[in-house]
């Protein structure tokens, strides 16, 4: 049985040519259920903006709405490693140390979560990362309609889990493949390429194949989403005994679990998720109650037990108490949330002020004395002494933190020293 009131589940998929939105409503077993199914056409780089404010517009996402965007593989990076069972005291730095090991980019620029589980007497870390200037486009549009995006993920990585079927899953389209291998329950091997050759994917299959054949797993079926159906010949010409399914929609009832998914990127803080979750428990606590109430009182009145009733509705009413509660405490998290949000800027800009300060005290000649110094946007005003004011120009000119030096007004000469102001320009 579905609850309408309950919390939803809203999903969209981007491929090359569309938006796939899925509206999933959970019943009390914790399966899902698919009641809204939906394309929009992505044929202009604003198409993708139109297509979330007519979400937006059409189904409405409320307060504990879970809302997920499926992003192509090529956005992501997936690392796997392992770190002592002494790191689990310090974690987190202990996955953000060893990231920088295995991620050539500064972390400060990506978006990042992480997942462990103890396995042989060492932690497993699962880490999916991904590039903050590129996956900001997408998030611009939710904020642009007013709504908080919960997590992205790679969409093919998503499909495979809710599909729970063991096999080899391609997506794509006309510009890029996408590969990966599922075996049920963890992804085995993914592989993403653009198109530089041929449109029917025989040079990606001919590269890649090999590679998830070698991963062990006993590879029998393949599942082509969508516009990856294209590939069907290119496989049945290079395995032919590989059984081929072509998947255009989901099944109408699936089991999502989306808590246990462990290739997502949370945007909204795990917590808050882990409070929704209890949320939607009490919810259901709550329906399971009025539910019993609904059965039982015709029964009651009939056998007389009016009393076992009375329970039932004194349990309903401290549920719905603590739901209140809950909900109240949830407001409360979310202004703190947004505290530190601003908190957080807030300390970035003190940081990028401490890192200039550093660079102009290593870069001025020694002879150089600074009365004042005004940072005005992107713009830096110096004025002081020294013993030569072209020597200060030309050590800012040669740091890579400054472009567009030069004198604010002429320099004027006071015996062995030049009085000086100099405007810089941050790069």
């Known amino acids: 049985m579905n609850f309408p009131w309950l919390p939803e589940t809203k999903i969209l998929l981007i491929e090359e040519e569309r938006v796939l939105f899925l509206r999933l409503r959970r019943s009390l077993s914790g399966h899902a259920r698919v009641v809204e199914e939906k394309e929009y056409a992505l044929d202009q780089p604003d198409d993708f903006g139109v297509a979330v404010a007519a979400m937006q517009s059409d189904a409405p996402p409320r307060a504990d709405d879970l809302l997920l965007l499926g992003l192509p593989l090529e956005l992501f990076t997936i690392v796997h490693f392992t770190l002592p069972l002494a790191a689990a005291e310090n974690l987190e730095d202990a996955v953000g140390y060893e990231l920088m090991r295995h991620v050539p980019h500064d972390l400060a620029g990506l978006y990042w979560c992480y997942r462990c589980h ?23 549009a939710f904020t ?15 499909l495979a889990w809710m599909m729970r079927e063991p096999g080899l899953y391609l997506g794509g389209g006309s510009g890029h493949r996408e590969m990966l291998l599922f075996d049920g329950q963890a992804v085995n ?18 590269r890649n194949l090999p590679l998830a054949e070698n991963r062990g797993q006993k590879l029998n079926k393949v599942y082509l989403w969508s516009s990856a159906a294209g590939m069907a010949a290119s496989l049945v010409e290079l395995r032919p005994a590989l ?44 329906a399971l109650f009025l539910l019993l109430t609904i059965i039982g009182q015709p029964l009651a009145v009939l056998s007389g037990k009016r009393r076992n009733l009375q329970k039932l509705e004194k349990k309903l009413a401290v549920v719905s108490l603590e739901a209140d509660k809950l909900s109240g405490i949830r407001k409360q998290n979310q202004t703190s949330i947004s505290y530190f949000e601003t908190l957080a800027g807030v300390v970035r800009e003190q940081s990028v002020t401490i ?26 005003h110096l004025q002081g002494t020294s013993g030569s004011a072209t020597a200060v120009v030309k050590a800012l000119e040669d740091s890579p933190l400054f472009k567009e030096v030069h004198f604010d007004s002429p320099v004027v000469k006071q015996g062995n020293s030049e009085t000086f102001k100099i405007v810089v320009d941050l790069e």
């Open 243 to 286: 059984l081929i399914s072509a998947i255009s929609s989901l099944p109408s009832s699936l089991n999502l679990d989306w808590s246990g998914f462990p290739y997502s990127i949370d945007l909204i803080s795990p917590q808050v998720l882990s409070r929704r979750r209890l949320w939607f428990k009490l919810e259901a606590a709550a």
């Open 144 to 158: 642009a309609v007013g709504l908080n995006l919960s997590a992205v993920f790679p969409a093919l990585f998503l």
């Open 355 to 380: 890192d200039l300060l550093k660079e102009l005290t290593e870069l001025i000649p020694q002879d150089t004395w600074l009365d004042s110094l005004a940072i005005k946007g992107r713009k830096i």
């Open 118 to 140: 103890e396995e042989d007497g060492r932690l497993v870390v699962s880490v999916t990362l991904a590039a903050r200037v590129r996956v900001q486009s997408y998030l611009t």
């Open 189 to 206: 091997f993914q592989a993403w390429e653009g198109i530089v050759e041929d449109d029917s994917g025989v040079g990606f299959l001919s």
